[in-house]
């Protein structure tokens, strides 16, 4: 097991449940294609919830971590649709989608404009003009309301998936 430091990341302004999440517009990656999408339109086009995802690079034991916990326990089937969004570039995505059997969307963020518009961003220690996405999970309905929200407050930090899924109505 690597040896790693916890950070305490403190508190957040995210936006929490009955507010309006920040719409924006970013490259959506799949495993056959990617093309601008914004989120208002995807959530609007789809029946039920949609759960956004953040996590850092797809690259990181962090993400695999989570995008694997998320596969295993079938949230593609539970939720309207489950969408990551990541630091990676598309890329970067799709490699990360070849070399795994995800049935996921992730938004390309490259300069993780869309995690701090969400507050969820923090700075990588040690590295100027570095951040990634905390561990944070949204649960939006069709007008971009949010409905459940986990943020993490340690890195690396996953939530109890149990409690998660009561918080995000995947029961």
Not at 8 to 31: K, Q
Not at 76 to 105: H, I, Q
Not at 148 to 164: H, R, S
């Amino acid at each position: 097991m690597p040896d790693f430091e916890v950070v305490e990341l403190g508190s957040t302004d995210h936006p929490e449940p009955d507010e309006t999440a920040p719409d924006f517009t970013r490259p959506l990656v799949t495993d056959e294609f990617w093309e601008d999408r914004t989120l208002s339109d995807l959530v609007g086009e789809t029946d039920g919830r949609t759960i956004l995802v953040f996590t850092p690079m797809t690259g990181s034991f962090v993400a695999k971590y989570v995008w694997d916990e998320l596969a295993e326990r079938d949230w593609d089937e539970r939720a309207g649709r489950v969408v990551g969004v990541t630091t990676s570039t598309p890329y970067g995505v799709k490699r990360f989608l070849e070399d795994n059997d995800y049935p996921y969307a992730f938004f390309s963020d490259p300069g993780n404009e869309v995690a701090a518009s969400y507050g969820v961003d923090h700075d990588l220690d040690g590295m100027t003009g570095v951040s990634e996405p905390r561990v944070a999970f949204f649960a939006l309905n069709a007008d971009r309301t949010v409905e459940g929200a986990w943020v993490a407050t340690d890195w690396p930090e996953f939530p109890d998936y149990d409690d998660l899924e009561a918080e995000l109505g995947l029961e």
